[in-house]
């Protein structure tokens, strides 16, 4: 326990953007996709797939539906993580069982294991030496996705990671002291004053600064909430993916009107 805590990839963890020409082999990806799978999941069903693409084809029309960014384009593999009721569906109805997971509760489930897992795949592929990067992009486009990658009904992309032999090491994300989000017992609600603390830190680094700077804006938090997440752009994206999830066969509970 000591020596894991004590581990140095703890420090140094960071997300992989540039990858190098090495190969990344079929036998590693298993191995570690294998070790992977230890991962707890729902009454041990393993809600999840994932589909490894390495054609240069594939990998080019799944980089536009990531919107090229810059990790897409590299040298790398895609791994879409699937939330999968499919496999296990055909399992149960293949011994006379009728599955009844077309719901939200099932599709949740199914999405927390696949996160889960993908999580897990994440921690061994960079203890192994690769490089990593979530594509947060995948529910953005999950239908575009989807056919990209020929997915069944009862299955739905949820993240996606690219990758690859980093090249150079990349520089450590900014986070936030873990004293600001551990609660004791019950929640603890901030104020003012304590908001204005736990991020002025964020605000003060020069990179964030820059980004204030170069976009015009009074605040750090106008950039997130006007330019980088804009609630237009999640209500759209939240249309599309409703509708997607609905088309592969998980339905919604319609509410019942109050008499």
């Not at 996709?33 to 990998?59: C, E, F, H, N, W």
């Not at 104020?191 to 820059?210: F, P, Q, T």
Request: glycine share 6%.
């Amino acid at each position: 326990m000591e020596q894991l805590f004590e581990s140095k990839y703890w420090e140094g963890r960071a997300t992989a953007r540039r990858f190098t020409e090495r190969e990344v082999t079929k036998e590693l990806i298993a191995e570690i996709v294998k070790k992977a799978a230890r991962a707890p999941t729902t009454g041990g069903m393993q809600l999840y797939s994932v589909v490894v693409t390495r054609d240069a084809d594939i990998r080019k029309r799944l980089a536009a539906a990531h919107f090229n960014q810059p990790a897409a384009t590299g040298n790398c593999i895609f791994l879409t993580f699937v939330a999968d009721f499919n496999r296990f569906n055909h399992w149960c109805e293949l011994r006379g069982a009728k599955p009844g997971f077309s719901n939200f509760e099932s599709f949740t489930a199914a999405f927390i294991d696949t996160v889960i897992f993908a999580q897990q795949f994440n921690t061994l592929a960079e203890l192994a030496g690769l490089g990593c990067c979530y594509l947060g992009t995948t529910t953005y486009t999950a239908s575009q996705i989807g056919r990209i990658l020929d997915l069944p009904e009862m299955t739905v992309p949820v993240v996606t990671l690219a990758v690859g032999w980093p090249d150079g090491k990349s520089a450590g994300a900014e986070r936030l002291d873990p004293s600001v989000f551990i609660h004791e017992e019950t929640y603890r609600d901030y104020g003012d004053c304590e908001i204005d603390k736990i991020y002025s830190d964020k605000e003060a680094l020069s990179v964030n600064r820059l980004f204030v700077e170069e976009n015009g804006k009074p605040s750090l938090a106008h950039v997130f909430t006007e330019v980088r997440y804009p609630e237009a752009n999640a209500v759209k994206f939240s249309e599309d993916f409703y509708e997607y999830i609905s088309s592969q066969g998980f339905k919604w509970p319609e509410k019942k009107c109050e008499k």
